[in-house]
């Protein structure tokens, strides 16, 4: 990371965007579509191969998934269906005009006892054809790097940066345990933690693993 916000402290964090969650009746999750809005905003504006921001719930109490049984979009005059998956992800759309319009995400959970919190995470997922090589590793890195740096702004990331932890690699998850064994990789379970360097910016070096790589996140140094 690297250069992130406050409240960017790790890979996956639970942030509050420009509006503050409430329980609007029983344990309805509502926020508002503004911060979304700025955020995808800003991953728009980057050239940006693998690195995205992406939305969670999850309950406060357990760190538990938020299933979310029904969703929706609403604004003064409109009211859409929320996409999402069984993990939870909100699958919002980049749209001026919900920002515009104010919208706000209304869910309702499918556990009547959890208490949604969202939590914003910077992650590769569409990597099905990702070589794993030093060099591909180097740019993930850089892109993670980068958007995390566009997400804390110039006033973090250039006058406080000394305040900001350090993004040492990534971390990258398999569909199974201990998938690659090498110098300078910590693998734990489906996990491997990579620390890149700069002189892999043109090592066509390729790490061998016996897994499905699934998923990569910010390596970062709390």
């Not at 005009?97 to 959890?114: F, G, R, S």
């Not at 892109?143 to 040492?168: H, T």
């Not at 910590?186 to 499905?212: L, P």
């Amino acid at each position: 990371m690297n250069k992130l916000l406050p409240w960017l402290k790790v890979a996956t964090i639970a942030v509050a965007l420009s509006a503050v969650s409430s329980k609007a009746a029983a344990t309805e999750f509502v926020i508002a579509y503004d911060g979304f809005y700025d955020r995808l905003k800003v991953v728009n504006k980057g050239e940006f191969q693998y690195a995205q921001v992406n939305f969670y719930l999850s309950d406060i109490a357990s760190n538990e998934v938020c299933t979310i049984k029904s969703g929706k979009i609403i604004t003064e005059k409109q009211e859409f269906d929320l996409t999402y998956t069984d993990k939870a992800q909100l699958l919002l759309p980049f749209d001026k005009q919900l920002d515009t319009d104010k919208a706000v995400i209304v869910v309702q959970p499918e556990n009547p006892k959890h208490e949604c919190q969202l939590k914003l995470q910077i992650e590769a997922t569409d990597l099905a054809d990702f070589e794993l090589s030093k060099a591909n590793l180097y740019t993930l890195n850089e892109e993670f790097d980068e958007l995390l740096s566009d997400l804390s702004g110039f006033f973090v990331s250039k006058l406080m940066w000394f305040l900001l932890p350090e993004q040492q690699g990534v971390v990258l998850k398999f569909n199974g345990q201990d998938a690659i064994s090498a110098n300078g990789v910590s693998c734990k379970e489906q996990r491997c933690s990579i620390k890149v360097t700069d002189d892999w910016q043109d090592d066509n070096t390729v790490f061998n693993s016996h897994a499905e790589l699934i998923s990569a996140t910010p390596w970062i140094v709390k």
